[in-house]
């Protein structure tokens, strides 16, 4: 049984716990929230995680492991400090890494508290076949994500671009993964993942289109070296409560969890 505290439950944390709560192997003893949210998450907590605490620090014992599902913030005010005590980590938020200092710090914070720092695939594939193949040598990684034109507004790409008025799929932004993940933050988790996975944040490149005739979010990966080509097109449904995520990010959640008290592992 390993003994979970998770961090957040918004949607894709409350996705979760519905996805989890009959998992024999996982129990969830904690959640961390705002002090505004308690109220509502002790409520949910009733039903999908009986017995769990509800609060804003993570308990001083008893924990196994730290899911976060919250955002940057909840990385830097609890994760890193898990890590330091020796509770390994699984992170939703990837593309937080992309940002200030984040990601040494995080490898930092688990070398000293031997602990490991587990990053979801999320809402893309072939992160596997990837990782792989960097082992081998990479030699060009292209992720290219294709979002309906509205669903850019609110970024950067609003101020370039009439997002209403496109007729045609408009590339937004094409450069580095940094560069992307920090001008385009709430698109930032799939490219920080990829680049992660292959060639890093500066090397992976990231080409943004707003399409006015599509209907999902589409990703797509082009990636050659030594092993050969890889050329991977996934369209994502959302998650029924929050249009903005992908549901296959909360089931790369469950799965890692899987993994991580799984017999039989792949």
């Known amino acids: 049984m390993l003994s979970i505290a998770l961090i957040g439950c918004g949607a894709i944390g409350e996705s979760l716990l519905k996805s989890i709560r009959y998992d024999n192997h996982l129990q969830v003893a904690a959640i961390v929230v705002s002090k505004r949210s308690i109220d509502r998450v002790a409520r949910l907590a009733e039903t999908l995680a009986p017995g769990a605490s509800v609060s804003e620090n993570i308990p001083d014992s008893g924990i196994d492991l730290v899911v976060e599902a919250a955002g940057h913030r909840a990385i830097e005010a609890h994760v890193l400090p898990a890590l330091k005590r020796g ?3 699984v992170i939703a938020s990837v593309g937080a890494l992309a940002m200030d200092d984040l990601a040494p ?43 309906p034109a509205l669903a850019w507004q609110g970024t950067p790409a ?19 993964a940094r560069d992307a993940a920090q001008r385009f933050p709430k698109n930032a988790n799939v490219a920080a993942t990829i680049a992660l996975a292959s060639l890093g944040l ?30 991977l097109t996934l369209s994502n449904r959302p998650l029924s409560d929050n249009p903005k995520t992908s549901a296959l990010t909360v089931y790369s959640m469950v799965r890692t969890l899987q993994n991580l008290t799984g017999t039989l592992v792949i």
């Open 87 to 89: 509770i390994s980590a």
């Open 105 to 147: 710090r995080l490898e930092t914070a688990a070398t000293n508290g031997r602990s490991q720092v587990h990053l979801i695939a999320g809402a893309v594939g072939a992160i596997d076949a990837i990782a792989a193949a960097k082992i081998g040598g990479l030699d060009k990684v292209l992720y290219t994500g294709k979002k």
């Open 158 to 176: 609003e101020l370039q671009f009439n997002l209403a008025t496109l007729t045609e799929a408009t590339v937004v932004f094409e450069g580095s």
């Open 202 to 231: 500066d090397a992976t490149t990231v080409r943004l289109i707003a399409d006015p005739k599509a209907s999902t979010n589409i990703h797509t990966i082009d990636a050659s070296g030594a092993f050969g080509e890889l050329n």
